[in-house]
């Protein structure tokens, strides 16, 4: 089992900048990827960023080049940087991760932070 805990959402407006934290709950060294997604009302849940156990990174082109992610194993921790943000970024944001254990495919999530772009 892994608890992930997210915070540092909130208000902030259009073009400034938040950076969202995951701590987890044991050691995120082995963990297959851990990655950010995000649900805005009405709208299903779509991925944000990815981070693989390796540190390879991948976004969907609404992001790329304004979000980045990263982590850190010592805290086991994973952080999204949001610059430039946009009223469309609007959403409940939420960790993911997933950990391939005597192959089984494990899959976890934290209970989302809420981020609201003002205009």
């Known amino acids: 089992q892994v608890q992930l805990v997210e915070s540092g959402g909130g208000l902030v407006q259009a073009g400034g900048s938040l950076t969202l934290s995951c701590a987890a709950s044991?050691?995120?060294?082995?963990?297959?990827?851990m990655a950010w997604y995000r649900q805005a009302p009405g709208k299903q849940r779509e991925l944000v960023a990815t981070?693989?156990?390796?540190?390879?990174?991948n976004y969907p082109d609404s992001v790329k080049g304004r979000f980045t992610i990263s982590k850190d194993n010592s805290k086991n921790t994973v952080y999204l940087q949001m610059n430039s943000v946009k009223p469309e970024d609007t959403a409940v944001y939420f960790c993911?991760?997933?950990?391939?254990?005597?192959?089984?495919?494990?899959?976890?999530w934290g209970q989302g932070t809420q981020v609201t772009v003002s205009s």
């Open positions: 993911n991760a997933k950990i391939l254990e005597r192959l089984t495919l494990y899959e976890y």
């Open positions: 981070i693989t156990s390796g540190g390879s990174t």
């Open positions: 044991r050691s995120i060294f082995n963990m297959n990827s």
